[in-house]
Nanobody, 122 residues
Framework: EVQLVESGGGSVQAGGSLRLSCAAS????????IGWFRRVPGKDREGVSC????????FYRDSVKGRFTVSSDNAKNTVYLQMNDLKPEDTAVYYC???????????????WGKGALVTVSS
């Protein structure tokens, strides 16, 4: 059974930073493409960032490029999302997802955790 457990959400002012973590289990982490999407209530989910653990390739939606960094620790089966220079429009619930894609309509992105709320105030 795939399990994804997020941690690290919180509230910050614009320009601040947060780091999300996701502990994963139930699949072969080293071969996975795993990452993050976000959702604002009443809106569709948005793919944020993914990492291919087999070769280290990373993928980002345009609005977070240069501000967010996805990484993973294969020894800990954990993926991270470092978010810098946060903006109010980044406010959302962030979900760890496996498999992961940043391309809508996000076919195959069928497993996700309970989410971590990130609130950015102006």
């Amino acid at each position: 059974e795939v399990q994804l457990v997020e941690s690290g959400g919180g509230s910050v002012q614009a320009g601040g930073s947060l780091r999300l973590s996701c502990a994963a289990s139930g699949f072969t982490f080293d071969d996975s493409v795993i990452g993050w999407f976000r959702r604002v209530p009443g809106k569709d989910r948005e793919g944020v960032s993914c990492i291919s653990n087999s070769d280290g390739r990373t993928f980002y939606r345009d609005s977070v490029k240069g501000r967010f960094t996805v990484s993973s620790d294969n020894a800990k089966n954990t993926v991270y999302l470092q978010m810098n220079d946060l903006k109010p429009e980044d406010t959302a619930v962030y979900y760890c997802a496996y498999p992961c894609t940043v391309l809508p309509p996000y076919y195959g992105m069928d497993n996700w955790g309970k989410g971590a709320l990130v609130t950015v105030s102006s």
